[in-house]
């Protein structure tokens, strides 16, 4: 019967399912971006998805998913980023790793730059990979974290700042040397 | 370095080596979520009752609600019918998180798949004061999570000096129904936007605080306004232990967490008074194993 409770049930799984399976690698894609480690983005992904389906009956527009999904993921990020850099404190963020196909000049240059990306707080961090990795407008980016525009701005400037400050520092050790 | 430079160097590092897609095996893990995680029920029925007609039905969770019943509660019934559970309401006077009359209150069972946790009425004045659910997780991290009826407006926007909004944990770790932590946070900081953060042994009349960033130590927490501005969630204030920040002790004073016995708490201070506030249960501790 159509609408007996285990049809129900069946119909919230399957509309829940289709939309986890379109959104799954481009979700993951953008928790490793964050996260940089693929465990990591591998659990922050899967924790995401039991969330939201924990929440599924308090989506009330099927079109909205992917808006109401990713402020679930990226807050899901932050809580790892933060637990990942209280893990971290005296260690060194590795780099990521090396693909064969990467030009010498481009691995040079995330050589230099991922340590200080792993310096940014967590929330400059989901700003910053937001902005250049799915190049999100400040309205976008402000709509998946939670905070107002002005917020995200903030963020992004200090961001900046202190990225532009590390690479100072970075470089002109390198020319010292 | 220009700043298109620096942009472009950004995105070139942020795109760098990120995988394809998600690997095959959490694919398949995903696809088995609706299978084994009941999800969030609202409305008149009770919680458990949902999870009872889930596919993920247990005789742990049959044997919880027995037990339930067995002490008297009679709490599923009455919640199914939409009424208040009989439980004595919160205090009419606010007397702080650390309840006089703890000793006295029952066990109430929450059964430790229940991802609801413990529903509590619509009883407080402020809707950010206000929880309508609470639930204790002490698979890995000890966490727990107190759904609001309301969101609560922005900490940056309120000056500490006028408005202090606050949530908070107390804890029986040796199930001897005496406090023995507290642990909460607030906006009661230096500046606006911050929170101050705190775990006070009550045995030991000590405090562990942190006011400001870094966050994390000695709780951590993902509060409301970290979560979503619109509505499509259900606010809440998220607080939970990172690794080796839990309370220790030797097993008369600590047990495994999993057997601890809590409550938590919510207040609105307006100019210094407590002008809103809410305890769930409102006259009892949970606990995610049997009582």
Known sequence: MADSPSANREARANAFLALADQHLDASYRLAHAILRERAEAEDATHDAFVTAWRKWDSLRDRALFEHWFDRILVNT????????????IGETTAAPPLTAADPYGQVHQRDALWPAIARLTPDQRIVVSLRFYRDFSIDEIAVRVGVRPGTVKSRLHRALRDLRASLGEAESMRSDW | MTQRDLEQRLRSAI???????????LQARIQAIPDTIPTAHRGASHPWLSLASSRAVSVAVVSA???????????LAWRNLGTAPPTPPSPATWTGPVRADA????????????ETGWADGRDAAIPWADITAVRGSFQGQSHWGIELAGWPPRAEGLDPDQTV????????????????????INNDAREAGEFRVWVTDLAAEHTNERVGPPN???????????????????????????????PIGPPEEVLPSDQWQFYVWATVTEGGEVVAWDYAPDFGWLTATSP
Do not use: H
């Open chain 1, 77 to 88: 990020c932050r809580n790892r980023l933060k637990s990942m850099s209280r893990r971290r």
């Open chain 2, 15 to 25: 795109r760098g080596g990120v995988d394809p897609g998600a690997p095959p095996w």
């Open chain 2, 65 to 75: 609600i027995v037990v339930a019943l067995s002490v008297g509660l009679g709490l």
């Open chain 2, 103 to 114: 000793g006295g209150m029952p066990v109430l069972s929450q059964s430790r798949d229940a």
């Open chain 2, 165 to 184: 909004i606050e949530y908070g944990v107390v804890l029986d770790t040796n199930r001897d129904r005496v406090p023995d932590y507290e642990f909460g």
């Open chain 2, 216 to 246: 994390g130590f000695p709780v951590d927490f993902s509060y409301p306004d970290e979560q979503d501005p619109d509505g499509q969630i259900q606010p809440s204030m998220q607080l939970w232990f990172n690794p080796g920040t839990r």
